[in-house]
């Protein structure tokens, strides 16, 4: 994202939002402070993504451009320390 200052959000996401008509409208981050931030988005894959975050309480780091703070253009997801693969 060349030329555009970034803003990071960190936290866990706390609810997924759907429309009127049920369709995925964006989902709300709850930061470590308690602040709660909304972020837009009709994506399918961002649903599904932010739908296993929400599930397995992941920590998420979500990254806007200052200019439209509500949209994200990165969606990332932290492991735990704990974290043990299965196979």
Request: glycine share 6%; aromatic share 12%; no cysteine.
């Given at each position: 994202?060349?030329?555009?200052?970034?803003?990071?959000?960190?936290g866990?996401?706390?609810?997924?939002?759907?429309?009127?008509?049920?369709?995925?409208?964006?989902?709300?981050?709850?930061?470590?402070?308690?602040?709660?931030?909304?972020?837009?988005?009709?994506?399918?894959?961002?649903?599904?993504?932010?739908?296993?975050?929400?599930?397995?309480r992941?920590?998420?780091?979500?990254?806007?451009?200052?200019?439209?703070?509500?949209?994200?253009?990165?969606?990332?997801?932290?492991?735990?320390?704990?974290?043990?693969?299965?196979?």
């Amino acid at each position: 994202f060349p030329y555009t200052t970034l803003f990071r959000s960190t936290g866990k996401v706390e609810e997924l939002v759907y429309d009127h008509f049920g369709d995925f409208d964006g989902f709300i981050l709850e930061l470590h402070d308690g602040e709660r931030r909304r972020f837009e988005s009709r994506e399918g894959e961002v649903e599904e993504l932010v739908r296993k975050a929400w599930e397995h309480r992941i920590v998420t780091t979500v990254v806007v451009s200052v200019e439209h703070r509500d949209r994200p253009l990165s969606i990332q997801l932290k492991r735990s320390s704990g974290y043990r693969r299965s196979e």
